[in-house]
């Protein structure tokens, strides 16, 4: 430029001489030839004459657009006046005001086209010599582009508006004309179709009269969208003003030109194909009613565009749609393609569109309809990194410069070039490059990066479709039951509840799916539940919103197979998907005060305990409680549900618990054996079934059996009355129960617990209760224990361990309750039996698979070795014990 500085100078003394000799000796020019051919015809037009206007740097401007555009070196010339007026603009830079085209009255149909046509193209000029001479950056320029566009349209619009409310008359509904694609995003190309919507706002109503009479509002807003077509894409002697592709309405060229908002409302919400959110998310309406028919537009696009959740399902469209490109790009040979190649404009554009519809829907601020934008938002909210921020804005400028370069020369929408011919010696020229191969080695880098970047985020590889899938390919993979597991999946990608889209991104997910269903406890389970999981909607948004969160779908999997224990309480209440995989709650330790504040926010007693069970279990699963621990966060939730309770329905009486609640070892599905106490006679009999139903409610099972005469006897009885029968009539196996006695809530504490402690230990366990005991166990495992399959009382069961804890409680008497705690002290008192704790864990482990899955998973081959090994430790207690009772008698 300081060669062309140096020129410019000496201007106003030149001569054509001197422009020739500038043309011969300016490095910087593309194509000196087609500069020499239209300086001359500049030449001849001015009548070899150099204008005052011309007689400075400007001319040299003039003379490098002519290297760089035959197109805008034709129109320039044929519109020779036109330049005086380019030189005061070209410096300038515009705001959207100054882009207008103002109305002429009386001015014929032929008159207008021509001028719009050549005022397009004048304002064509201007950015292209700004361009070429880097007055604008790239922003500015696509910018200026589109602003032209609208300025056109508008003008457009309210021509045709004028001949038609002639012909028909007013309509009773406001009209907008929608740019789409790079036009909604302000970023059009120099030489760019343009994408198009018309759309009215209700097809209800006519128009006012006029001199061909009335239309109904769509047969109107019809002829007046087909004018603007007309209008715009004629050929006249100036040309074509654009060429305008209608393709993106719905149902394509087969449907309407022009839609109202319900039918679109209706497209949108059965019928649209998920490529069509890529289209709306540029959508802008440009010209006509924007205030109220444009918004009302856009409110809907919005819904159609956009998921509340973190959506995944577009992925699978991307891939669909490059490989059709791939398909296109393939059919060009050799050539380059600049924008649909691999690495090109188009996998820019669809990384950045991709992340806003898969993301946009839960993160509204990362959503633009102009590329630069939306990725710089990208970066901001660490949806990619500064680096892959900074490659893919370099490159798309880059590929954009080159697509624009290409295009200045004859105007035409083309994005290829052959690498070997001359076009790409210009290009490269026009790009800044001292030759071709210096261009082609840049280009080819940076279509290597973008294509990277675009792998990366949208990795192909060799998944199959789940409807691909077939029972061989299944048994491949390990199932055990493939035809069913066959079967399954076209339940699954038929049913009704199920979106197209949905049942598009299940089939997508492929292998990673059945890879998640193999890693399960139970696949049968799995494909049960997620049919009824997919019933409600709250478990279809759930599930297509976490795609991306490969730990939650492996949690929700873990979840759906276990038998009834979530799928019941997902049902009784769905909402609780929205919190059970918060990190807070997952690593809380579950206590009655952690549940009272949860009871406080969520005023719902059933839905804190679905969703505080389903957290121990995640718990429990995740290794953050052990087996022993776990059935203590079980057993809280019950303290919890009994607490407030027992505080609504203030009864008179005491509460306390045995068996499994009582000790804090309850499961999934145990009974709560409750006892009521009061100090005098009660009559809060209905009070304490109160309390029963609304435990039974919540899906307990409630055993009042241990009170004393059991059944017979009174539901609330009296201390006096339990402190007689501890004296007098209760029998043996009563002692063993009440190893595990609770008290709850009442103001019985002290004396209660003193019956109890007196009742336990003021006898001495003897050799012949002892003997009883023991009697007492083979009774239960003869009537009880069914076969190998029953794991509690059959010989080996929990029940060989419980009643070692009974036994030695009573022996040492002291009452501990817990098992693990009682086998802990038994362990670190005599080393020998140091293993029964981690036989009792790993027994009520397997109870807990078996309650929770319906079924033995871990433990399913182990079963037996573990019931010998506990049956054996029971022998050696009950020899070791004997010897002991015998040695104090």
Same mark, same amino acid.
């Given at each position: 430029m300081e060669f062309l500085m140096n020129k410019c100078r000496s201007t106003f003394e030149t001569e054509w001489q001197k422009v020739l000799d500038f043309i011969e000796g300016y490095e910087g020019l593309p194509n000196k030839r087609r500069a020499l051919?239209?300086?001359?015809?500049?030449?001849?037009?001015?009548?070899?004459?150099?204008?005052?206007?011309?007689?400075?740097?400007?001319?040299?401007?003039?003379?490098?657009?002519? @290297?760089?555009? @035959?197109?805008?070196?034709?129109? &320039?010339?044929? /519109?020779?006046?036109?330049?005086?007026?380019?030189?005061?603009?070209?410096?300038?830079?515009?705001?959207?005001?100054?882009?207008?085209?103002?109305?002429?009255?009386?001015?014929?149909?032929?008159?207008? =086209?021509?001028?719009?046509?050549?005022?397009?193209?004048?304002?064509?000029?201007?950015?292209v010599l700004r361009d070429i001479l880097k007055l604008a950056d790239f922003e500015e320029l696509v910018r200026d582009v589109t602003l032209i566009h609208d300025s056109i349209i508008k003008a457009t619009l309210k021509f045709a508006e004028s001949v038609m409310e002639k012909r028909y008359g007013k309509p009773s509904s406001g009209y907008i004309v929608i740019d789409m694609g790079k036009a909604g995003g302000f970023e059009l190309n120099y030489s760019s179709d343009i994408d198009l919507l018309y759309v009215y706002e @209700?097809?209800?109503?006519?128009?006012?009269?006029g001199n061909y009479g009335k239309l109904q509002n769509h047969d109107y807003f019809v002829l007046l969208s087909n004018y603007i077509t007309d209008l715009l894409s004629k050929k006249t002697e100036e040309g074509i003003c654009m060429v305008i592709d209608l393709r993106l309405r719905p149902n394509g060229t087969l449907g309407p030109i022009c839609n109202d908002i319900e039918a679109l409302e209706q497209y949108y919400t059965a019928v649209a194909r998920p490529w069509e959110r890529f289209a709306l998310l540029k959508a802008r309406p440009s010209a006509g009613d924007v205030k109220r028919t444009g918004i009302e537009f856009l409110k809907l696009a919005k819904t159609f565009i956009f998921r509340k959740y973190v959506d995944l399902t577009l992925i699978e469209e991307v891939l669909r749609l490059k490989e059709l490109i791939k398909s296109k790009v393939n059919k060009k040979g050799k050539k380059i393609d600049l924008k649909l190649g691999e690495g090109g404009i188009r996998e820019i554009e669809f990384i950045v569109q991709a992340f806003q519809l898969i993301y946009g829907g839960k993160y509204p601020q990362i959503r633009s309809q102009n590329t630069l934008i939306a990725l710089k938002r990208l970066l901001k909210w660490g949806f990619i990194t500064e680096k892959e921020y900074s490659d893919l804005r370099s490159s798309y400028l880059f590929l954009r410069q080159a697509e624009h370069m290409l295009q200045i020369t004859n105007f035409r929408q083309t994005q290829t070039f052959h690498p070997e011919g001359e076009e790409a010696e210009e290009l490269a020229r026009k790009m800044g490059f001292k030759d071709r191969e210096s261009f082609l080695k840049k280009l080819n880098q940076i279509m290597k990066t973008v294509?990277?970047?675009?792998?990366?985020?949208?990795?192909?590889?060799?998944?199959?479709?789940?409807?691909?899938?077939?029972?061989?390919?299944?048994?491949? =993979?390990?199932?055990?039951?493939? &035809?069913?597991?066959?079967?399954?999946?076209?339940?699954?990608?038929?049913?009704?509840?199920?979106?197209p889209e949905e049942v598009n991104t299940l089939d997508v997910m492929g292998d990673r799916f059945l890879e998640l269903l193999f890693e399960v406890p139970s696949s049968k389970n799995t494909m049960k539940n997620l049919v009824s999981f997919f019933e409600k909607e709250e478990g279809r948004v759930f599930f297509f919103s976490i795609l991306s969160e490969i730990h939650a779908l492996k949690l929700l999997f873990y979840l759906l197979s276990t038998k009834e224990f979530f799928i019941k309480r997902f049902r009784e209440t769905p909402e609780i998907v929205d919190l059970m995989f918060n990190p807070t709650y997952i690593e809380e330790p579950i206590t009655v005060e952690r549940l009272k504040k949860d009871f406080e926010e969520f005023k719902n007693l059933r839905f804190v305990k679905n969703l505080s069970e389903i957290r121990a279990l995640l718990r429990l699963r995740l290794g953050r409680v052990k087996i022993e621990e776990f059935l203590k966060e079980i057993t809280a939730i019950v303290d919890?549900?009994?607490?407030?309770?027992?505080?609504?329905?203030?009864?008179?009486?005491?509460?306390?618990?045995?068996?499994? /609640?009582?000790?804090?070892?309850?499961?999934?599905?145990?009974?709560?054996?409750?006892?009521?106490?009061?100090s005098l006679p009660s009559k809060d009999n209905q009070k304490a079934l109160e309390i029963i139903k609304r435990l039974e409610s919540l899906?307990?099972?409630?055993d009042t059996r241990l009170r004393p005469f059991g059944e017979k006897g009174e539901l609330v009885f009296t201390i006096n009355y339990f402190k007689k029968y501890t004296e007098t009539t209760a029998r043996v196996w009563e002692r063993l129960a009440f190893t595990r006695f609770r008290f709850l809530y009442g103001n019985l504490k002290g004396e209660?617990?003193?019956?109890?402690?007196?009742? &336990?230990?003021?006898?001495?366990?003897?050799?012949?209760?002892?003997?009883?005991?023991?009697? =007492?166990?083979?009774?239960?495992?003869?009537?009880?224990?069914?076969?190998?399959?029953?794991?509690?009382?059959?010989?080996?069961?929990?029940?060989?361990?419980?009643?070692?804890?009974?036994?030695?409680?009573?022996?040492?008497?002291?009452?501990?309750?817990?098992?693990?705690?009682?086998?802990?002290? &038994?362990?670190?008192?005599?080393?020998?039996?140091?293993?029964?704790?981690?036989?009792?864990?790993?027994?009520?482990?397997?109870?807990?698979?078996?309650?929770?899955?319906?079924e033995y998973i871990f433990y399913s081959d182990r079963i037996e070795l573990l019931k010998k090994e506990i049956r054996k430790m029971y022998q050696e207690f009950s020899q070791w014990i004997k010897t002991r009772v015998s040695a104090n008698t």
């Open positions: 051919i239209y300086t001359e015809k500049l030449r001849e037009r001015l009548s070899h004459q150099i204008p005052e206007f011309l007689a400075d740097e400007f001319l040299f401007h003039i003379v490098i657009l002519f @290297s760089y555009s @035959s197109f805008l070196g034709e129109f &320039l010339i044929k /519109h020779i006046k036109l330049l005086e007026k380019l030189k005061t603009i070209y410096k300038k830079s515009f705001f959207p005001s100054d882009f207008f085209v103002p109305t002429i009255e009386g001015e014929t149909e032929k008159q207008f =086209m021509n001028r719009i046509r050549i005022y397009k193209n004048f304002q064509m000029a201007r950015v @209700s097809r209800y109503g006519e128009t006012t009269g294509n990277a970047y675009f792998n990366k985020f949208f990795p192909t590889g060799d998944r199959k479709p789940l409807s691909v899938v077939t029972a061989e390919d299944l048994e491949k =993979m390990g199932f055990r039951e493939p &035809l069913e597991v066959k079967r399954f999946i076209e339940v699954l990608l038929n049913l009704k509840t199920l979106s919890f549900l009994l607490d407030i309770i027992y505080t609504e329905v203030r009864p008179d009486f005491s509460l306390a618990s045995v068996g499994k /609640h009582g000790s804090r070892e309850m499961n999934i599905g145990s009974d709560i054996d409750l006892l009521f106490f009061s899906g307990y099972e409630v209660t617990e003193k019956i109890v402690e007196k009742f &336990l230990f003021e006898k001495p366990l003897d050799f012949e209760t002892l003997n009883e005991i023991f009697e =007492m166990r083979k009774v239960l495992e003869r009537e009880l224990g069914k076969g190998q399959k029953d794991i509690k009382y059959s010989c080996g069961g929990v029940v060989d361990l419980e009643f070692i804890s009974y036994i030695y409680q009573l022996f040492i008497k002291k009452r501990i309750g817990n098992t693990f705690e009682v086998l802990s002290l &038994l362990g670190d008192t005599e080393k020998k039996f140091k293993k029964a704790i981690k036989l009792y864990r790993q027994i009520r482990w397997a109870e807990t698979e078996k309650r929770i899955f319906g």
